[in-house]
């Protein structure tokens, strides 16, 4: 059974970070890409970064420079590190999986979702 599991949201304060994880099971995480995406209150689901099979990253213009993502293939795990932190990015943020040879983080490419984490930034 395929399974994508997110966790570590939560709250942060304006220039705070946080790291995400997406803990996968039912495949192996380096044989798919992984995206990261985002959904704020009131707007659609929005790319934010991912990580193909053979290691290739991307990011959205407005998370590149301060969000970063990896891999630990023997954890099964894609992480996502959220540096520099701002309101504009408190949403619920998902992680999904895709055919390994995709870079882009466009949603509808993605078959499998995860259950979402919220991240919160507040002043």
């Known amino acids: 059974q395929v399974q994508l599991v997110e966790s570590g949201g939560g709250l942060v304060q304006p220039g705070g970070s946080l790291r995400l994880s997406c803990v996968v099971s039912?495949?192996?995480?380096?044989?798919?890409?992984i995206g990261w995406f985002r959904q704020a209150p009131g707007k659609g689901r929005e790319g934010v970064s991912c990580i193909s099979s053979d290691g290739r990253t991307y990011y959205e213009d407005y998370v590149k420079g301060r969000f970063t993502i990896s891999r630990d293939n023997a954890k099964s795990t894609v992480y996502l590190q959220m540096n520099s932190l701002s309101p504009e990015d408190t949403a619920v943020y998902y992680c999904?999986?895709?055919?390994?040879?995709?870079?882009?983080?466009?949603?509808?490419?993605?078959?499998?979702w995860g259950q979402g984490t919220q991240v919160t930034v507040f002043s």
């Open positions: 039912g495949f192996n995480v380096d044989d798919y890409t």
């Open positions: 999904a999986r895709a055919s390994g040879l995709v870079v882009v983080t466009v949603p509808e490419w993605y078959q499998q």
